[in-house]
């Protein structure tokens, strides 16, 4: 039971992963800073299911749980910052001009990405891609802990 649960855990990630980049690459949606975070921990996910399935022990599905976990908190926090529930990164937000020269805000201006990390590029049911991944990242955290708590 336990390489089906690794499979379905580490797939799960790819397929996540893919989607992240079928996004980008073919619906010309670029991600922002936030949304490449998100994807780091997927491709570990990923890496340590190809090791799990010929290492024994529960130590690299809970690894991929943290991984799993990890993703999910990036998306957690993406979310917010999409819902203008607190504010992202300086990187990739936008943000006040008050008190500031026509220099400073050119400055400013010209310094910022071209993707935000608070705009809402996509989204299905009401929720965003930032969304949707971490609530499916939450769910494939549970498969790796049942995979490492699985026999043979």
């Known amino acids: 039971m336990r390489k089906p ?3 379905i855990a580490s797939g799960g990630s790819a397929l ?4 992240a980049l079928g996004f980008q690459y073919l619906a010309k949606l670029p991600p922002c800073d936030l949304c490449i975070s998100q994807r780091w921990p997927h491709l570990a996910a990923v890496i340590l299911g190809l ?3 010929v290492i024994p022990g529960p130590v690299l599905p809970l690894l991929g749980a943290l991984a799993a ?3 999910a908190g990036f998306g957690l926090y993406h979310s917010g910052v999409e819902q203008g529930w607190w504010e992202g990164p300086t990187t990739c937000t936008s943000g006040g001009v008050g008190g500031m020269s026509a220099d400073q805000l050119f400055d400013k201006i010209m310094a910022a990405p071209l993707v935000r990390c608070d705009e809402i590029v996509w ?3 009401g929720l965003s891609m930032a969304s949707w991944n971490a609530i499916l990242a939450l769910l494939l955290a549970f498969v790796w802990v049942a995979a490492a708590r699985a026999r043979g």
């Open 5 to 7: 649960l690794i499979l």
């Open 16 to 19: 996540l992963l893919l989607a």
């Open 51 to 53: 090791l799990a399935l």
């Open 69 to 71: 976990l990890t993703t």
């Open 123 to 125: 989204q299905f049911l």
